[in-house]
């Protein structure tokens, strides 16, 4: 086992990093549909009033 992670380190840390930033790719989307909820009940309740 030592001797695939010294050979094939660059590749773990990829798979890592890859992790990673997909991670913080569904993050955004979810924070972005959360926000745009937002704006439209906020807009709904202006054009109430």
Not at 24 to 40: G, Q
């Amino acid at each position: 086992m030592e001797e695939f992670l010294s050979k094939n380190a660059i590749y773990i840390v990829m798979i890592i990093v890859l992790i990673v930033w997909t991670g913080i790719f569904f993050y955004m989307l979810n924070l972005d549909k959360r926000i745009k909820n937002v704006e439209k009940e906020l807009k709904g309740e202006k054009h109430e009033k």
